[in-house]
């Protein structure tokens, strides 16, 4: 088992480069609440541009929309045919309410040993890291590069579906963001298995629809409810045939491996992957380990979350409206093929069933398609060897997750994208799950020294130099 030493933590890039720079991006408090002019990223983007100045390093800001910038580190290799590699984050954060959290969500105190701070699991701990161990990568080589061109990308918006930061660049700038390889965020964390130590490497994405859908109903007094047409009705309706809805199982490589990671024992493997025991299994891993129940159930079913419920003007009128919001993350079907929106409209409308369904209008309000990366090749081979240095008794497991990130959009155009960091032991699947836009988000001391080596390290490995 790998050990953070107190020298570790002492040396002079971990305390006066990553600990000042991770604790300025969390008091930066980017907070994107999904309206147009919030985030305001270019706080971040010019602590990073100062700290990027400092190694002599170029940056450009790109910006979707004022005040919304998107930073680019690029140093181009020295072999025109070797692969590209990118660091991805985002420095946008999620609200945080101070009266819930026992600090200042961001303050990025420090005390007992961690770093408490909105942002500091999702996922300002990856672009502190990735930004000291890219320039301390560099400045160990000679010739200040590798082979192939090293990229850096600390982007806005990607808590509101990266308008103005992913999805802008993807469009507009794609010559100078495309990669043949990337690491972002969603994956390191541990579970503890009856086969010893695992952490997750993030190969892919479920899709996502969010879906509108609308009842009409008839006003009237409501004093006199009995055979009223009452929309709100429609929607509460709706609301619970999906929320108990079970769609098919999928067992697909990625849930496989997380399944033999999760069950303990023969009877326990044998019930989740013949799929006859799912549920009796799926009670048994909830008890012992919430987040871990979570990650495995999203990424073995297409999923309806109705969130959001409107209707009705005014207390003794019976409601003739009513609007549903529920949030799919669909995985490909049983045959392979991914679901259009078309498609999506279909298993909305197969929950509910055909009585229900014919009460709704559909309307799709955000669309992505699942993306999967190869489970293979130079990234994949550099990623174990750094994390068997660090974690030589621990195995590393595939897992799809029912989240979106950034990466998704350079999926979609033939990166290969994992999502990856080194943690601590303590970072385990259930303590990312609860501290991911959770109250009282903290990290380890530790948990950052092995990022700032994981991210130094990798470059090397990568390349093979």
Request: a negative charge; charged letters at 25%; hydrophobic letters at 40%.
């Amino acid at each position: 088992m790998s050990v953070v030493t107190p020298e570790e933590l002492e040396r002079p890039v971990f305390r006066y480069r990553l600990l000042p720079l991770f604790r300025d991006l969390i008091r930066c408090g980017c907070v994107n609440t999904g309206e147009p002019d919030s985030g305001q990223e270019d706080r971040a983007v010019a602590v990073l541009r100062e700290f990027f100045a400092s190694y002599g390093l170029e940056t450009r800001i790109l910006h979707g929309r004022p005040g919304r910038g998107n930073l680019l580190v690029k140093v181009p290799g020295s072999d025109a045919t070797a692969p590209s590699l990118t660091y991805m984050n985002h420095v946008d954060v999620v609200p945080a309410n101070a009266a819930d959290w026992s600090c200042d969500p961001f303050a990025a105190d420090l005390k007992d040993g961690q770093v408490w701070g909105r942002g500091a699991v999702d996922m300002l701990c990856w672009t502190a890291c990735q930004a000291v161990g890219l320039a301390e990568a560099l400045k160990a080589r000679p010739q200040r590069n590798f082979p192939g061109n090293l990229s850096f990308l600390a982007l806005a918006d990607e808590e509101a579906a990266g308008r103005w930061g992913a999805r802008f660049l993807v469009e507009q700038f794609w010559e100078d963001v495309k990669c043949d390889a990337m690491v972002t965020e969603l994956g390191g964390f541990f579970a503890d298995t009856d086969r010893g130590p695992a952490a997750f490497i993030n190969r892919g994405e479920k899709g996502v629809a969010w879906v509108k859908l609308t009842a009409r109903g008839r006003a009237g007094h409501g004093s006199m409810p009995y055979g009223a047409d009452n929309a709100l009705l429609k929607a509460a309706e709706a609301a619970l045939r999906l929320g108990t809805y079970r769609a098919p199982l999928l067992r697909h490589p990625s849930w496989r491996s997380m399944a033999k990671t999760a069950a303990r024992g023969f009877g326990e493997r044998v019930a989740l992957l013949s799929g006859w025991g799912e549920g009796w299994v799926m009670k048994r891993i909830f008890r012992r380990d919430p987040g871990m129940a979570k990650f495995l159930d999203t990424a073995g079913h297409t999923t309806f979350s109705p969130n959001v419920v409107a209707g009705g003007d005014k207390i003794n009128v019976i409601c003739d409206r009513s609007e549903l919001l529920v949030d799919v993350r669909f995985l490909p079907g049983q045959d392979g093929n991914i679901p259009d929106e078309a498609g999506v409209e279909a298993l909305v409308r197969q929950a509910l069933g055909p009585q229900l369904s014919s009460q709704f209008h559909f309307e799709l309000l955000d669309f992505h398609q699942p993306t999967l990366s190869s489970l293979e090749g130079p990234l994949d081979e550099a990623i174990r060897g750094v994390f068997s240095e660090s974690h030589p008794d621990a195995s590393l497991v595939d897992l799809m997750i029912g989240g979106v990130t950034d990466g998704r959009y350079w999926r979609d155009r033939g990166t290969t994208v994992y999502g990856f960091t080194l943690f601590d032991r303590e970072m385990t699947m259930g303590e990312f799950t609860s501290r991911m836009h959770g109250v009282d988000e903290r990290i380890s001391l530790n948990s950052l020294a092995l990022g700032l080596r994981f991210f130094t390290q990798l470059p090397g490995k990568f390349w093979k130099v």
